[in-house]
């Protein structure tokens, strides 16, 4: 089956933005989510974008959707080394469903 | 943080031997999920709830059951552990209308497994 793709790994300096990017696969998801998993944590949700929106913005971070590409995008601004986690791309699993499909993750590792 | 509880954390047994982990909410979810996380595989879906006694099948389900007698507890079991099933397992819980109102999943700390 289709997968929820990320890449893998992405290093930063403290101070830059960081774009953390997904392609998902169901375009009638009525929201994408991305999770923030810390060392030796489970995951937290971190933000959410209802599908009918281009972009949400929420202090530091910025999401923006591209519907016809299926494709999602997280921006951290002015990244901390507190930042350093695993982010999850999800989508629903199927229509009416409670389910999540993950991504793999994407590392990101902030250099000071 | 959502109620949830994973036991035990960490647990190293031998190929062949039975496990059960266990998962407990107290935030009265009617949704309950097992996940088991894997290097290069991110997260993946063993078995969910639905509610008491309703239980399905993930995308690996293969290698494990689980039970639901109770809303707040939701067990899986391996039956004979083998070393594939070395695995950090998270429970996750969920219902609509709940945190963001977006159907979310609040998950536990993780289950440490090591199958030697």
């Known amino acids: 089956g289709e997968d929820v793709e990320q890449s893998l790994f992405l290093s930063v300096r403290e101070g830059d933005s960081s774009v953390i990017n997904c392609t998902y696969t169901?375009?009638?998801?009525?929201?994408l989510y991305w999770y923030k998993q810390e060392p030796g944590a489970g995951l937290q949700l971190l933000t959410y974008i209802f599908s009918n929106m281009d972009m949400k913005q929420d202090q530091r971070l910025t999401v923006l959707l591209n519907k016809k590409d299926k494709h999602l995008s997280l921006r951290i601004a002015d990244t901390q080394t507190g930042d350093s986690a695993i982010y999850f791309c999800a989508e629903p699993s199927g229509a009416g469903s409670y389910q999540l499909t993950f991504g793999k993750g994407t590392k990101l590792s902030v250099i000071p | 943080d959502a109620g949830i509880t994973q036991s035990p954390r960490h647990k190293v047994t031998e190929t062949g031997t039975p496990v059960t982990l266990r998962c407990h909410q107290t935030?009265?979810?009617?949704?309950m999920y097992w996940y088991r996380q894997d290097p290069g595989h991110g997260l993946r879906l063993i078995h969910y709830?639905?509610?008491?006694?309703?239980?399905d099948k993930g995308e690996v389900s293969d290698g494990y059951s689980v039970s639901r007698s109770k809303t707040e507890d939701f067990l899986l079991t391996l039956e004979s552990a083998t070393s594939s099933q070395t695995s950090v397992y998270f429970c996750?819980?969920?219902?609509?209308?709940?945190?963001?109102?977006?159907?979310?999943?609040?998950f536990g700390e993780g289950s440490r497994l090591t199958v030697l």
């Open positions: 996750a819980i969920s219902e609509p209308g709940r945190g963001s109102g977006t159907g979310e999943l609040f």
């Open positions: 709830s639905y509610g008491v006694k309703d239980t």
């Open positions: 169901d375009s009638s998801s009525t929201y």
């Open positions: 935030e009265n979810h009617r949704y």
